[in-house]
């Protein structure tokens, strides 16, 4: 009853932007920390950012400064604003719930650990 919806992913030279967006659908009463995670190529996923309920944020070492997450709570939207575009950044990239409040057939719920279904960013000449 609660889905990621994630759209922005693209292919984009390097030095260029993309902006992600991960948009929750249902009867989302509130979110928590959001966070955007990546996995390139036979490569472990990891974090890239974070944000949390009261909009604090937390950046991985190789985005610091290129990337900037924020939210829009009243859409349920995380968004994931990526310049300088290296190539190195190329990965399937996730949103992430760790904590949605919802309202089912059923009443007030409770989602934990929610994953989008990942978006393509590609960074090539």
């Known amino acids: 009853q609660v889905q990621l919806v994630e759209s922005g992913g693209a292919l984009v030279q390097p030095g260029g932007s993309l902006r992600l967006s991960c948009a929750a659908s249902?009867?989302?009463?509130?979110?928590?920390?959001w966070a955007w995670y990546r996995q390139p190529f036979r490569k472990p996923r990891e974090l890239v950012a974070a944000?949390?309920?009261?909009?604090?944020?937390d950046y991985a070492d190789s985005v610091k400064g290129r990337f900037t997450i924020s939210r829009d709570n009243a859409k349920n939207t995380v968004y994931l604003q990526m310049n300088s575009l290296k190539p190195e950044d190329t990965a399937d990239y996730y949103c992430h719930a760790d904590e949605i409040i919802y309202y089912s057939d059923y009443g007030r719920r409770g989602a934990y650990d929610y994953w989008g279904q990942g978006t393509q960013v590609t960074v090539s000449s």
């Open positions: 944000i949390t309920s009261d909009g604090s944020t």
């Open positions: 249902g009867s989302i009463e509130s979110i928590n920390t």
